[in-house]
């Protein structure tokens, strides 16, 4: 008796289970894909794109709740996207954190990703790149009211974050203060919590990043970025390797230049941090696009 | 074979340094929660209702909270906002914050492994130190808890085998052990994966099979015989 | 008190007056010690109403806390399932009549007990990525199958030790009972010891189930999108990190300690219906609890 009211209830809970697995992370953002794909028919267009942005990054790629996404990162795509021809109902977006971006695009899960992506020659081997859209530097974010932090080499005795697994905190105090203390975390929201109570003085990434930060609701005015970027970080826009599409999306990325468009984007997204994108990075040889070979 | 020979050239030394780390937070997190848990254990049994009422609720509390969120909750709240610093030195602050969370959370099973050894102690037992004059605390100290912690063996050991294996979990507290340097080794590394894997694996065997080993001879050879 | 201590009197007039004295004094301190809490938290603007509103708010649960729950859950539930059948394999395999399996399922089981989860999620996490890179599985689901794996291979291992021990806890009788009736050995174990080991066993595994749903939080630490991972997501675009956590750690303790109750609410009902414990024997001990 028991035995078969066990194994009945086992069969039902592993019936359960199987029915679970199909909503799976993945599939309850393919279930968007479909419903934008239909919406797609309806426009008529035929054409739609899956883009792979950060939905935590506020200022670059961050979605809240069930909202369009917004950011820096996210307009530039749309700009592309339309210049594409693909109308904005008919782009999925999609969450692609850092450790899943060159899987991604491999899989063909996403056509590209605008997602913080710095050009480098490792991933290259993996995946292709168009842009670079945007030239950041790691810099350091302080307290609006801070004087003493200029720069990574004014950090000894002072206290840094930064995240788990980045080597942006290391950089700082292998090549230029060995007296920094350092705390890893979780994610950037994190670090931001421990500037604004005073537990550590400056955390340190991307000057971007830093700046979309700063910029949101909460954090309004209590922290500046230094603005003394000391390293290089080419934002381009993943693809891959089989693409046919990095030729367009530098032009479109040209013609947003050109037109202004970029400019504005990066000024709304960073207002009121005090931000400014570095020239010299931003035209200069750093600035130039990938070749689309 | 070669690139593992390079691997472990490059890392081989850091893989003592990392489990010596977990083994010091075990030792000392193990002292931390065996007295915290001795005295909810006295809670617990004790005359005063009140007392009765914390431990049952701390045992409740936190047997259900996962350790996780007690180590997060540690550093964002606690070492975040209310400022408290046990160290200026970051690298010793955290691991004085892992030790304190492995502590708190495991004082709610040490509670219960002595408690459930306090079960075994014959009612007789309570009944004869009473006769002889002996107050509540008296009587714990003298006659039940010495025959308790022996009964009591196997249940410590097995909180103490499951606190060796969390004290992983004290990477979320930004304490470098040796689940965190073998996430890098495998980054660095993955197409050994597997024996990187192994390597850490067998050496957690390793601490915690003769915990195991030890814990089944002491119970054997302390029983209170009856 | 109905079940009461022969540990000590039942306090006096005297005794109750002091214990009230100090219970009153104990209140005022913990008061205190919450106000100084509370107070510094304020100062830092860790209570601004603004904050905990967008931490519970209709968004926060229907496009945060949900979705994370649901994967929490979800993870959970199917590591349960595939726990226990990892379980009663091995806890047959550890019962066999032959010697060499014996042992070597017996070092797989102890293998997978003396291995942190932790440990075990982050080599998955690695070869479910290799797995997503081949394209076998989508690369975002790779941490959502390390964390089911590496929770099923040591709960598993742990339900087939229970397995194993449930059966050995049997009183003889049992067995005995089947031999007379000539059953064979595999059959007594199959037919009768087994069935009631495992009905002895659903308690324990309910509790299992919140060891489960506890050790699923770790998916945190390898980027897997459960409760936790949600939280952090909604604070971090508010600003209001710390109050996401707080709720999602109210939502995880509250399931757990329903679970738990459940658990020993059913170990009460299931006791009647197998010759295994179903909990701790309570007997005649020095102290009632």
Not at chain 1, 97 to 106: C, D, I, Q, Y
Not at chain 3, 147 to 161: D, F, P, R
Request: proline share 4%.
């Amino acid at each position: 008796m028991a035995r078969k009211k066990f194994l009945s209830l086992t069969a039902v809970a592993a019936a359960a289970a199987l029915s679970l697995s199909a909503c799976s992370p993945s599939a309850t953002e393919s279930s968007e894909e479909s419903s934008s794909a239909d919406g797609s028919k309806k426009g008529g267009s035929g054409e739609s794109l899956t883009i792979g942005i950060k939905f935590d990054q506020p200022g670059l790629g961050f979605r809240e709740g069930s909202n369009d996404p917004t950011g820096f990162d996210v307009e530039v795509a749309r700009f592309v996207a339309k210049e594409m021809g693909v109308d904005e109902a008919d782009i999925t977006w999609v969450q692609t954190p850092s450790a899943n971006r060159e899987n991604a695009l491999e899989n063909g899960e996403v056509d590209m990703i605008f997602a913080t992506y710095s050009i480098t020659d490792e991933r290259k081997e993996r995946v292709a790149f168009a842009g670079p859209y945007f030239v950041a530097g790691q810099d350091l974010l302080v307290r609006a009211d801070e004087e003493e932090i200029t720069g990574p080499d004014s950090l000894d005795g002072k206290n840094l974050c930064s995240v788990t697994g980045s080597t942006s905190a290391q950089k700082i105090k292998d090549e230029y203060s060995q007296g920094v203390n350092l705390v890893e975390q979780g994610g950037y929201a994190e670090c931001v919590t421990y500037l604004e109570s005073g537990q550590v003085d400056a955390v340190t990434t991307d000057d971007i990043i830093l700046a979309g930060l700063a910029g949101t609701e909460a954090n309004k005015g209590k922290f500046k970025v230094v603005g003394d970027p000391f390293s290089v970080e080419r934002y381009g826009v993943g693809l891959n390797k089989d693409n046919d599409t990095c030729q367009q999306i530098n032009d479109a990325i040209q013609k947003m230049k050109d037109e202004g468009a970029w400019e504005e984007a990066l000024k709304s997204n960073t207002e009121g941090t005090g931000y400014e994108a570095d020239d010299e990075l931003n035209s200069g040889a750093d600035a130039e696009f990938e070749s689309c070979d | 074979m070669e690139s593992l020979t390079t691997l472990f050239e490059q890392y081989g030394s850091q893989i003592p340094v990392a489990f010596w780390m977990n083994i010091k937070l075990t030792v000392l997190a193990a002292i931390g929660s065996f007295v915290l848990g001795v005295v909810l254990a006295l809670f617990r049994i004790s005359p005063v209702a009140s007392l009765r009422a914390v431990g049952t609720a701390y045992v409740h509390l936190v047997r259900n909270t996962p350790l996780t969120i007690i180590m997060l909750i540690g550093v964002l709240a606690v070492w975040g906002q209310l400022k408290i610093t046990f160290a200026d030195d970051f690298t010793l602050n955290f691991f004085i914050f892992a030790v304190i969370s492995l502590s708190l959370y495991h004082a709610a099973f040490m509670c219960e492994a002595i408690r459930s050894g306090v079960n075994t102690v014959p009612q007789g037992q309570a009944e004869a130190a009473r006769a002889i004059g002996l107050g509540f605390l008296p009587a714990a100290r003298l006659v039940i808890l010495p025959q308790a912690l022996r009964g009591a063996i196997t249940p410590i050991g097995n909180t103490l085998i499951a606190l060796t294996k969390n004290t992983t979990v004290a990477a979320a507290a930004s304490v470098a052990e040796a689940s965190v340097l073998m996430k890098t080794m495998i980054e660095f590394r993955p197409d050994v994966m597997v024996a990187i894997f192994m390597t850490f694996a067998v050496g957690f065997c390793l601490i915690v099979i003769p915990i195991g080993l030890l814990t089944t001879w002491a119970s054997d050879r302390l029983a209170v015989a009856r | 008190m109905s079940a009461r201590s022969v540990l000590f009197d039942a306090p006096g007039p005297k005794a109750r007056r002091n214990v009230l004295i100090v219970n009153v004094v104990a209140l005022i301190g913990v008061a205190i010690v919450a106000w100084i809490v509370l107070g510094m938290l304020n100062e830092r603007g860790q209570l601004e109403p603004s904050r905990w509103i967008s931490a519970v708010n209709g968004n926060a649960w229907s496009n945060y806390y949900l979705p994370g729950l649901q994967f929490t859950l979800q993870s959970a539930a199917i590591a349960v399932v595939t726990s226990v059948l990892f379980g009663l394999v091995f806890g047959f395999l550890r019962l066999a009549p032959y010697a060499p399996i014996r042992a070597v399922s017996g070092v797989v089981v102890e293998f997978f007990r003396a291995v942190p989860v932790l440990l075990m999620m982050v080599f998955f996490y690695q070869v479910f990525a290799m797995l997503g890179r081949a394209g076998v599985i989508p690369s975002a689901d790779g941490p959502y199958f390390a964390v089911i794996v590496g929770l099923t291979l040591y709960n598993g291992a742990v339900i087939a030790e229970l397995v194993r021990s449930g059966v050995k806890s049997l009183p003889k009788g049992q067995r005995e009972a089947a031999a007379a009736i000539g059953m064979t050995p595999n059959q007594s174990l199959r037919l009768v010891e087994v069935p009631q080991a495992l009905v002895a066993m659903l308690p324990s595994l309910l509790s299992q189930f919140v060891v489960i749903l506890k050790d699923s939080a770790l998916g945190y630490l390898i980027g897997f999108y459960e409760l936790l991972q949600y939280a952090r997501q909604l604070g971090s675009g508010q600003g209001n990190i710390l109050q996401t956590l707080v709720v999602a750690a109210v939502v995880f303790i509250v399931i757990n300690v329903l679970l738990t109750w459940l658990a020993t609410l059913l170990s009460t009902k299931l006791s009647s219906k197998t010759a295994g414990r179903t909990k701790p024997r309570a007997g005649s001990s020095a102290v009632k609890v």
